[in-house]
């Protein structure tokens, strides 16, 4: 069993090196069979081992390669811990990315980067499984760097267009303050601990008081390094420009695995979490206000990929405020759920974008519906499900969540309900102008609209069956279902369930009530929607008009990036011409150079005692003998 | 004929020898100095050597020790063949120059 464990994460590594090493020479075909094939491979094998675990066959003690670090009390083996929560994730991570996998080999087949593409897709898989493997924090750090790395190279795929590489710069940067966050908590977590491994440390947090306070730092860092990766409040800005990179790669990176690092994260740590009070607020009010913040911005936005962008950054916001509020497991079902419709949204526009020759704009589009069917019926099922239609998958994580925030607090329900409501407008606004009433393209582009081929439209479909069927494995008790995947995870969170098991308990006329509100809400926004795009067919305003203030205010993002230039970018770039005009060109230049001057001024006029004439030699020799003697004389 | 010091030797004090001694060398440093014809500098830098071993032979019998009278004999072997190259390096600074005056030889400079 312990090889198998291995294998998983080893098949996609190996799929790198052969990629990596054979990107010149490997043929299209075979490099993206390699691609696709190591991860399918990975995919059965996190498959059977979740097979183990329900069985209880699969041991759910930490499998240990060897030992990688060991200085005096410090002992960081390089071990893997396969258990429910890490299962779970191994399988959306190889599951997901296996189909986008095969729908690259479509997307990308004329790209001359193929082979380069397909081993940096197989890279960030292995990274991303050893981030959900690791036993201890250490190792989940290197997949978490690794996948940073990754999450860079593919943003940065076209590397020929100089704006995609400053996207790339910039989520990297990004990352890098969320990581040092991160990195501290780690340092923290060892000094309380004396020790990295989860079963260890979560086993002496357990004895801590709640409102700790040593816990309180640490939480806080790991949530710093969760907000960097997970793109939240104050660092979420990253993720609408990594959009530059090949859709795909939005999909699977941006949208169904990396970006949920932070949220298992947590989750992993929940115990932690659960004892600190304060941060657990924090967290909840960050992901709320990311979500409510996207949300606007989302709904103005005209870049298909942007929206969708937006959109991913709102569900994040959710997720964390289900996880600030203690819902650890509607987090997680959330998290899967919005990999499968989120994934789906984003190879559809792959698809739209694909049909259109590579335009983006919603502007430009309208009545595809016709010409691609599919990208139509599995992008409208996606929509269904982010808004959350019952009976599809976001219906029940989404109620879940609200069902859980309604419990901590019905004010924050609120709000959540208005997010959940701008999800559902913004969805169906994009879909009506995407895929109903007129063309509004080129002619050009019209004649060469087409359904893309099956090797991108099967894995369409295969997602618009998860995302609708997604949800039937928790469906809540109020609905006579049993809330499978919430007892799944009873085990990881069974700290944290005892002490929060008074609350969080809603009577199921309660439930039924908030169904009902959460329901009329986003049906009301969506033929809000429907008759604003579709029945008056209002288009979104152009840049060069007039805009109302809140339009102007959210097209633009609130102005973030640009307060972001003008407090961080702008004082950094302004201390760094200080440093190389006064410190730099003043200081240490006259330094270095001032000391050559010097040395060749003297030897200029050192020289000139070298006369040629032996008499002064002589004289000069006796003279210094003289001297010496003298000198010693005196002495 | 105590500490093995010869009579004769004990008649004249040391400090003679080291007067004689230091003369001879300083007639020879200013003889190198002050002089430009090369021979004549030639000759006062074997002055200086020869004043050097005289010092050494005095020191020698005062002490009773044979040590210093070898010395001085390998630093006359080595003087006569100094003089030897010193004297052919002479013949050739002839040869080119057609003078042996020190202050033409000024060409390595700067």
């Known amino acids: 069993m312990n090889q198998l464990i291995i294998f998983i994460l080893l098949l996609p590594f190996l799929g790198f090196i052969i990629n990596g090493l054979g990107a010149k020479k490997i043929s299209r075909n075979l490099a993206g069979i390699i691609g696709s094939g190591t991860v399918l491979a990975s995919f059965i094998l996190s498959v059977v081992a979740f097979n183990g675990i329900l069985q209880g066959s699969l041991p759910s003690s930490p499998v240990s390669l060897f030992t990688w670090i060991e200085a005096g009390n410090l002992r960081i083996p390089f071990s893997f811990l396969v258990d429910r929560l890490s299962v779970l994730m191994m399988m959306i991570i190889t599951g997901v990315g296996f189909l986008i996998h095969v729908y690259s080999i479509g997307y990308m087949k004329e790209d001359e980067g193929f082979g380069k593409y397909f081993s940096y897709l197989n890279l960030f898989t292995f990274s991303m499984l050893l981030l959900v493997m690791g036993s201890n924090f250490v190792v989940m750090f290197i997949g978490w760097e690794g996948v940073g790395l990754c999450s860079y190279l593919l943003i940065g795929f076209w590397f020929k267009n100089n704006a995609y590489n400053n996207a790339a710069s910039k989520a990297f940067i990004m990352n890098r303050i969320g990581d040092l966050g991160f990195l501290l908590g780690i340092f923290l977590i060892y000094h309380t601990f004396g020790t990295l491994e989860y079963s260890a440390v979560f086993e002496k947090a357990k004895m801590l008081p709640s409102g700790d306070s040593t816990l309180l730092w640490i939480t806080l860092f790991l949530f710093i390094g969760a907000t960097g990766k997970s793109a939240q409040i104050p660092l979420y800005t990253w993720l609408p420009d990594a959009m530059a990179g090949p859709t795909p790669v939005s999909a699977l990176i941006h949208a169904a695995t990396m970006v949920t690092a932070g949220i298992y994260m947590i989750v992993r740590s929940n115990i932690m979490f659960t004892l600190a009070p304060f941060t657990m607020g924090i967290i909840s009010i960050v992901g709320l206000l990311t979500a409510l913040t996207a949300a606007l911005i989302a709904i103005s936005q005209t870049d298909i990929k942007k929206v969708l962008a937006y959109s991913t950054v709102s569900q994040l916001g959710y997720m964390f405020l289900a996880l600030g509020v203690g819902g650890y497991s509607a987090a997680m079902f959330h998290l899967m759920t919005h990999a499968f419709f989120k994934a789906l949204l984003f190879l559809g526009a792959g698809s739209v974008i694909h049909a259109m020759s590579g335009e983006q704009d919603i502007r430009n589009m309208g009545g595809l519906k016709k010409y691609t069917p599919i990208t139509f019926i599995t992008f409208f099922t996606a929509c269904l499900a982010i808004s959350g239609i019952p009976p599809f998958s976001g219906f029940f994580s989404k109620d879940e969540i609200l069902a859980h925030v309604y419990a901590s607090n019905p004010i924050l329900w609120i709000f959540a309900v208005i997010g959940a409501m701008m999800t559902a407008f913004y969805m169906f606004r994009l879909l009506y102008l995407v895929f109903y009433r007129d063309f509004k393209g080129s002619d050009k582009q019209l004649s060469h609209l087409h359904e893309s081929p099956y090797v991108m439209t099967i894995p369409l479909i295969v997602l618009a069956i998860l995302s609708f069927a997604g949800g039937f494995i928790n469906i809540p008790e109020s609905l006579g279902g049993t809330a499978a995947f919430k007892h799944y995870l009873d085990p990881i969170l069974e700290a944290s369930n005892q002490m929060h098991s008074s609350i969080n308990e809603l009577s199921h006329q309660a439930e039924y009530v908030l169904m009902a509100i959460s329901i009329c809400v986003v049906v009301l926004s969506i033929l809000f929607a429907r008759q604003k795009y579709y029945v008056r067919g209002e288009e979104p305003a152009m840049e060069k008009e007039n805009l109302p203030m809140m339009v102007r205010l959210t097209r633009n993002k609130f102005y973030i990036d640009e307060i972001y230039e003008a407090l961080v970018v702008k004082p950094i770039h302004l201390f760094g011409d200080f440093l190389l005009r006064v410190i730099e060109k003043l200081g240490i230049d006259r330094l270095v150079n001032g000391i050559g001057n010097s040395v060749i001024f003297s030897s200029k006029n050192a020289r000139l005692l070298q006369t040629g004439n032996t008499g002064f030699y002589l004289f000069a020799m006796v003279f210094g003998i003289i001297i010496i003697l003298l000198f010693n004389l005196i002495r | ?110």
């Not at chain 2, 010091?5 to 004689?20: K, R």
């Not at chain 2, 001879?24 to 440093?29: M, P, S, T």
């Not at chain 2, 004043?51 to 630093?75: H, K």
Request: with cysteine; charged share 10%; glycine share 4%.
């Open chain 2, 1 to 110: 004929m105590e500490n093995g010091i010869s009579t004769i030797t004990q008649i004249i004090p040391p400090n003679f020898y080291l007067i004689l001694s230091s003369l001879l060398f300083c007639i020879g440093i200013i003889g190198v100095l002050i002089r430009r014809n090369i021979i004549v500098v030639f000759m006062s830098i074997e002055l200086m050597l020869n004043a050097s071993n005289l010092l050494m032979v005095a020191f020698s019998s005062y002490r009773s020790d044979g040590a210093a009278q070898v010395f001085v004999f390998f630093s006359m072997v080595v003087a006569a063949a100094e003089v030897a190259v010193g004297l052919a390096i002479i013949v050739m600074i002839y040869r080119n120059i057609h003078s042996i005056d020190i202050k033409e030889l000024s060409k390595l400079k700067w």
